[in-house]
């Protein structure tokens, strides 16, 4: 079964600095891959997605992400934060573009001015 | 993109009694939706995943007859948490994909449910 794994459960940075969310995943085959951002009280959104292709993903919100099938990981990155972005992010795999996802345990960004 | 909407987005109940909770797709033909469970400050949890016309699929250690799932058209799937308790109470997200969502799943934007 596939399975993710978001070994930081809060995260801290500094408003303007670079930012890097791990992501590792469990899962024979091809992976379809997704991170989420949900603000609390709200819903999800998606900032990116990986079904195949180019490795390095663009996603909303000046947010990428890299797919390394060798290290089983697909990280998010952001050059630069802003006050805004503090929020949980999810992780979540999927057997298919149109079938079940299974988040990670998300991450919370927490923001310093 | 497609829209998912679901209702209401927040619900008060009392102990002992049911709720149901919507979830729509509003510009495409749903024939596969999933219900999510959240925990305060949790991760989302799958609960089962309903074909429309069919019965749903539970996930491991989802109790069947407390949440019932219905998905009787392409544009509905309802939620029914039965004989709630105040333990029920959880963000409830559903989500969906089929003809016309372009292979993509889309999010509803989620049901609070509090059970008092």
């Known amino acids: 079964a596939q399975s993710v794994t978001q070994p930081d459960i809060h995260i801290t940075v500094s408003e303007g600095a670079s930012l890097e969310l791990r992501c590792n995943y469990s899962?024979?085959?091809?992976?379809?891959l997704f991170w989420y951002v949900q603000s609390p009280g709200q819903g999800l959104q998606l900032l990116l997605k990986?079904?195949?292709?180019?490795?390095l993903v663009q996603g909303i919100k000046g947010f990428e992400a890299e797919f390394k099938r060798s290290q089983s990981s697909f990280n998010l990155r952001k050059p630069s934060v802003h006050w805004s972005d503090a929020a949980e992010y999810f992780c979540a795999v999927g057997l298919n573009r149109d079938d079940k996802i299974i988040f990670g345990k998300g991450t919370r960004l927490h923001i310093l001015p | 993109g497609a829209v998912v909407s679901q209702h209401p987005s927040r619900v008060i109940c009392k102990s002992g009694t049911s709720v149901k909770i919507e979830c729509r797709s509003l510009?495409?033909?749903?024939?596969?939706m999933f219900w999510y469970r959240q925990f305060p400050k949790k991760s989302l949890m799958l609960m089962a995943t309903?074909?429309?016309?069919?019965?749903?699929?539970?996930e491991q250690g989802v109790e069947k007859d407390k949440f019932l799932i219905n998905h009787a058209s392409l544009t509905l799937s309802t939620l029914t948490v039965t004989s709630a308790h105040p333990e029920d109470s959880s963000f409830y997200i559903c989500?969906?994909?089929?003809?016309?969502?372009?292979?993509?799943?889309?999010f509803g934007e989620g049901s609070w449910l509090t059970v008092v």
């Open positions: 899962y024979g085959a091809t992976p379809y």
């Open positions: 990986y079904f195949s292709g180019d490795t």
């Open positions: 309903s074909n429309e016309g069919s019965k749903a699929t539970y």
């Open positions: 510009d495409f033909q749903a024939t596969t």
């Open positions: 989500s969906a994909t089929g003809t016309g969502a372009g292979n993509t799943i889309y």
